[in-house]
């Protein structure tokens, strides 16, 4: 499997300058492209707009636009922006809402900086990254979103779009909670696969994110054995 070449570009949003600097400063040492920080909500979508990285490091409390309303508008402005939350809140309410406004990750600033850059790694290549305790309750969520109905959409076409059997095995793992790593293995194809198998499947579906997709694949039963 060919790893990227090109360094991951990295934003880091915080309010607090010593932090921001310290976390921007430790992901350049270690390989990262830092393309911009942004200390306030307005700020931050400003430059996530101009700068375009790849992973958005991202706390909730800003001032002027929380956290949860950047997320919302970065990703929703450029679905292919990854968010990996970095927060010392491990509330439940603040997890679930920052994964619904389209989080990939949530981290706790408690972590190590090796946790964060592996953490920042994992995001980019698009797995689901949690502090340890925090992917269960965002899996059970996804659940309860599932048994939610859903407003219909478009015209009520008849029949699902057709998946191959090998994009609806992919969907089946991602429904479990697999990283696209585990994926691989399991399925012995390589890494950058997985990705064009979510890709096409997104596409086919209309969906933007592996939120979303999840919960599809939940409301289909297709986490179930």
Same mark, same amino acid.
């Given at each position: 499997?060919?790893?990227?070449?090109?360094?991951?570009?990295?934003?880091?949003?915080?309010?607090?300058?010593?932090?921001? @600097? %310290? *976390?921007? /400063?430790?992901? #350049?040492?270690?390989?990262?492209?830092?393309?911009?920080? =942004? &200390?306030?909500?307005?700020?931050?979508?400003?430059?996530?707009?101009?700068?375009?990285?790849?992973?958005?490091?991202?706390?909730?409390?800003?001032?002027?636009?929380?956290?949860?309303?950047?997320?919302?508008?970065?990703?929703?402005?450029?679905?292919?922006?990854?968010?990996?939350?970095?927060?010392?809140?491990?509330?439940?309410?603040?997890?679930?809402?920052?994964?619904?406004?389209?989080?990939?990750?949530?981290?706790?600033?408690?972590?190590?900086?090796?946790?964060?850059? @592996? %953490? *920042?790694? /994992?995001?980019? #290549?698009?797995?689901?990254?949690?502090?340890?305790?925090? =992917? &269960?309750?965002?899996?059970?969520?996804?659940?309860?979103?599932?048994?939610?109905?859903?407003?219909?959409?478009?015209?009520?076409?008849?029949?699902?779009?057709?998946?191959?059997?090998?994009?609806?095995?992919?969907?089946?793992?991602?429904?479990?909670?697999?990283?696209?790593?585990?994926?691989?293995?399991?399925?012995?194809?390589?890494?950058?696969?997985?990705?064009?198998?979510?890709?096409?499947?997104?596409?086919?579906?209309?969906?933007?994110?592996?939120?979303?997709?999840?919960?599809?694949?939940?409301?289909?039963?297709?986490?179930?054995?």
């Amino acid at each position: 499997m060919s790893e990227r070449q090109d360094p991951i570009k990295v934003m880091v949003v915080d309010d607090h300058p010593m932090w921001r @600097d %310290a *976390v921007a /400063r430790d992901l #350049a040492e270690s390989g990262f492209e830092v393309v911009a920080t =942004a &200390g306030d909500g307005e700020q931050a979508v400003r430059r996530a707009r101009a700068a375009a990285p790849d992973v958005l490091v991202l706390d909730l409390n800003l001032p002027g636009k929380p956290g949860v309303q950047v997320c919302k508008e970065v990703v929703g402005a450029d679905p292919k922006v990854r968010v990996l939350v970095l927060s010392a809140s491990g509330e439940h309410a603040d997890v679930l809402e920052a994964v619904k406004s389209g989080a990939t990750g949530y981290l706790l600033k408690s972590a190590s900086t090796r946790e964060l850059q @592996d %953490a *920042v790694r /994992r995001t980019a #290549a698009g797995d689901p990254v949690f502090t340890p305790g925090l =992917a &269960g309750l965002v899996l059970g969520e996804y659940r309860r979103l599932a048994s939610e109905p859903v407003p219909a959409q478009g015209t009520g076409e008849p029949g699902a779009p057709r998946l191959t059997d090998r994009e609806t095995e992919v969907l089946r793992l991602v429904a479990k909670g697999l990283s696209y790593k585990q994926i691989a293995e399991r399925l012995v194809i390589s890494h950058r696969t997985v990705q064009n198998h979510v890709q096409n499947t997104l596409g086919k579906l209309q969906l933007h994110n592996r939120v979303e997709l999840v919960r599809y694949a939940i409301e289909r039963g297709l986490d179930e054995e």
